[in-house]
């Protein structure tokens, strides 16, 4: 396994970990542990991570190895690229949500009817497909250095952990922290059960995204708000792999 590889695992598995024990110690909403809905999620997960070497990874590679440095050097940088790809990601997460083919696949990580870190991982393979895809393009278009992206891809999945995470935050630090960051509260409400609320706060680290594109909800969050889709319910693993096909 490269260093690079290696390393980014045991930042997010350890991230991960620490938020699923905090989380329980400290929670939001009260929630009945339910075993077999983490095996789903982590089964989803694990799944997804399988497929990662074979064709996300190669597809980021080659866009970040072919693309051709236009860029100067003031409109460049680390900083500057995370920025830049987290407005990407704004993009991307908001047309999941608008284009009918790709909320086929995005369904499945809303279909949770439960809401902690462990919602975070869970995607359909053909979402995390789709996502290397675009995301690869934007790597090649902005030519973004591999370093970069896999910086940006580290601090992406720890943001997603962290505003999934069933944490209990005081409001003190909360309420100033999410006009900059996404926090568990806001992405709480990206997940209540009502597509109007559904389709809003869609930024994914910085939260200045749902500001400037009029897209942050103004509903507030409240603890018995209900988790998943309008008018759907949760499905076993299997139904979930298939889910997006049935609908075709």
């Known amino acids: 396994m490269p260093d690079w590889l290696f390393s980014k695992t045991a930042i997010l598995l350890f991230t991960l970990l620490f938020l699923l ?3 329980r110690i400290f929670p939001a909403v009260v929630l009945r542990e339910n075993i077999s809905r983490l095996v789903k999620n982590f089964g989803l997960a694990l799944l997804n991570f399988g497929i990662a070497p074979f064709i996300v990874v190669p597809l980021s590679l080659f866009a970040a190895a072919h693309a051709i440095a236009w860029r100067p050097d003031w409109a460049s940088g680390l900083v500057v690229d995370v920025i830049l790809l987290d407005f990407c990601i704004y993009f991307w997460h908001r047309a999941n949500h608008r284009i009918p083919f790709l909320w086929r696949f995005h369904e499945v990580h809303h279909l949770d009817e439960t809401l902690d870190a462990s ?10 497909i789709l996502s290397s895809v675009a995301r690869a393009a934007v790597i090649f278009a902005l030519a973004v250095p591999w370093q970069h992206v896999i910086v940006f891809e580290t601090l992406l999945t720890i943001a997603a952990l962290f505003h999934h995470s069933n944490l209990k935050l005081p409001g003190w630090f909360e309420r100033p922290l999410s006009c900059v960051i996404v926090t568990p509260s806001v992405h ?13 706060n869609y ?3 910085f939260s200045i995204w ?3 594109f009029s897209s942050r909800s103004k509903t507030k969050r409240a603890l018995d708000f209900k988790i998943g889709v309008e008018g759907q319910r949760d ?5 979930l792999v298939f889910r997006p096909f049935d609908k075709a």
């Open 21 to 23: 024990v905090m989380e």
């Open 119 to 128: 919602s975070a991982v869970r995607f359909h393979f053909g979402e995390v």
């Open 188 to 200: 709480f409400v990206h997940h209540h059960a009502l597509q109007a609320d559904t389709d809003s």
């Open 203 to 205: 930024s994914t680290i």
């Open 210 to 212: 749902d500001f400037m």
């Open 235 to 239: 499905l076993s693993i299997m139904r």
